[in-house]
C-alpha cells in the first residue's frame, strides 16, 4: 500500500521544473526592398540610375542625378558577375562617354585606356569633343566569376583654377552586355 502513496508523490516532484527564461518578442521592421522581389545584380551601370553608386569604386560622385556624371582621371567600377556570364564568349566592356567642350577647349586632344580588372583592353584618341562610345568583346580569360573591376583612364583630366578639382571625362553608361 505504501506504493500507492510513494509512485504519486514521486510523479509529482518529477513535474517541478523551473518555468523557460521569457523574452520579449523581437522588434517587427519592413523588410528592405518593402514587397518587391529581389533585383538581379547589374551588368550595365547607367548613371541616371540610384543603385549605381553601390557599384562606384573610385573617381565617380555618388548621389549625382541625371543621365550623366563628371568621371575623374581614372573611374572605377566593381560589377559581379555570375559563373554562367563569365564564361560566356559573347560578353563585351561598353562605356559610353563625352568630351566636354568645356574642358576640351584646354586640354586639347585626349586619350583614353580601357581596363579590365587591371589588363588593358583598349584605347582610343578623341580629336574633338563629343559623344563616343567604346565596346571590346573580351575573352573568357579576362573575366572571372565574382566581382570584375572595369576603368577607364584619361591621359589629360581638365583641373579647375579655383578649386583644383580634376574632370576627365562625361560618363554616361559602363559595364558589361551581351
Do not use: H
Request: charged fraction near 20%.
Amino acid at each position: 500500500m505504501r506504493w500507492f502513496v510513494a509512485v504519486p508523490a514521486l510523479l509529482a516532484l518529477c513535474g517541478c521544473t523551473p518555468m523557460p527564461d521569457a523574452y520579449a518578442p523581437p522588434v517587427q521592421r519592413q523588410p528592405a526592398l518593402a514587397g518587391e522581389a529581389p533585383k538581379a545584380a547589374k551588368r550595365l551601370l547607367r548613371m541616371s540610375e540610384a543603385e549605381t553608386d553601390a557599384y562606384i569604386v573610385q573617381d565617380i560622385p555618388k548621389g549625382a542625378n541625371g543621365p550623366w556624371r563628371w568621371a575623374g582621371k581614372r573611374p572605377t567600377v566593381r560589377i559581379f558577375l555570375t559563373n554562367t556570364v563569365a564564361s560566356d564568349p559573347n560578353t563585351v566592356v561598353l562605356v559610353e562617354y563625352s568630351v566636354a567642350e568645356a574642358t576640351f577647349k584646354d586640354t586639347g586632344p585626349v586619350a583614353f585606356q580601357f581596363f579590365l580588372n587591371g589588363q588593358k583592353i583598349g584605347e582610343e584618341r578623341q580629336a574633338k569633343p563629343g559623344a563616343y562610345s567604346f565596346s571590346k568583346n573580351v575573352s573568357v580569360g579576362l573575366l572571372k566569376a565574382g566581382d570584375n573591376d572595369i576603368a577607364v583612364e584619361v591621359d589629360k583630366p581638365w583641373k579647375s583654377p579655383t578649386d583644383g578639382a580634376e574632370l576627365g571625362f562625361i560618363l554616361t553608361a559602363i559595364g558589361f552586355v551581351q
